[in-house]
């Protein structure tokens, strides 16, 4: 492993240690090998942009930040230059990490890149699965939300303001973004990957609805 992958995995773990439980240092490690493994498979894409952008895609993110859009790219590229990341790389990651989130498809730049596409599947594969499961109730915990709400409906979400603002039940969050993920999956080894976790994902969400006796919503 390069000298500066190293460094820069531990200073991003030193980062996250009081992050919120799935957003940090190990929801990083999970994607850096999420990553390494579609990788590894697809043959595509530059492997240091790859890793640099799977370790400091999280690093500060807006919505742990009061809404600061700006503090993540600036802090990836305090630690990238602090490890004498070559300036083309840093520009390459720093698109990257400003595009690759969920809430950025609804005012979509138009970048795209390889190395985009497999840090952002495995980001994707990450919040899918019973891991995806365990991390939006964590979430919703963090956030004091109620778990689900009988009166309530999951939101058609349209924009990125809406996205940020919902503060609705978590399990409408499996409705509104979970359900929808694996048909975002851009690469042929992400979207084999999704397959089990996102049928894992639909069983979980009948038997919730089954267990609380409340009709599944059919958004
Ligand atoms: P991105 O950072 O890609 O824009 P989010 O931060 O919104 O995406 O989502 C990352 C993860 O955070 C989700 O997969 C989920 O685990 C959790 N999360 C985000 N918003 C919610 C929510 N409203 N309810 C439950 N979990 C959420
Ligand atoms: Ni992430």
Not at 12 to 28: F, P, R, S, T, Y
Not at 142 to 162: A, C, H, M, V
């Amino acid at each position: 492993m390069d000298k500066s992958i190293k460094n820069i995995a531990e200073t991003v773990q030193q980062m996250l240690k009081n992050a919120e439980g799935g957003h940090d240092w190990l929801h990083i490690n999970r994607v850096y090998k999420n990553a390494m493994q579609i990788y590894n498979k697809e043959k595509k894409g530059d492997l240091y942009i790859l890793q640099l952008a799977a370790l400091l895609h999280d690093i500060a993110d807006a919505k742990f930040n009061n809404g600061d859009e700006a503090i993540a790219s600036e802090l990836a590229l305090k630690v990238m230059l602090g490890n004498s990341v070559p300036e083309n790389v840093i520009n390459e990651v720093i698109k990257i990490i400003e595009n690759m989130s969920y809430r950025s498809r609804y005012d979509n730049s138009g970048f795209t890149s390889i190395e985009m596409d497999i840090v952002r599947d495995a980001d994707m594969l990450d919040a899918l699965g019973a891991i995806g499961i365990a991390r939006a109730f964590n979430y919703g915990g963090f956030k004091n939300r109620p778990l689900y709400d009988p009166e309530g409906k999951p939101q058609k979400i349209t924009s990125k303001d809406q996205y940020i603002r919902n503060d609705g039940p978590t399990i409408h969050h499996f409705f509104e973004k979970l359900i929808k993920l694996k048909d975002l999956m851009q690469t042929e080894t992400g979207k084999e990957m999704a397959k089990e976790r996102h049928e894992y994902l639909v069983t979980f969400i009948n038997q919730f609805y089954d267990d609380i006796g409340e009709d599944k919503p059919d958004i």
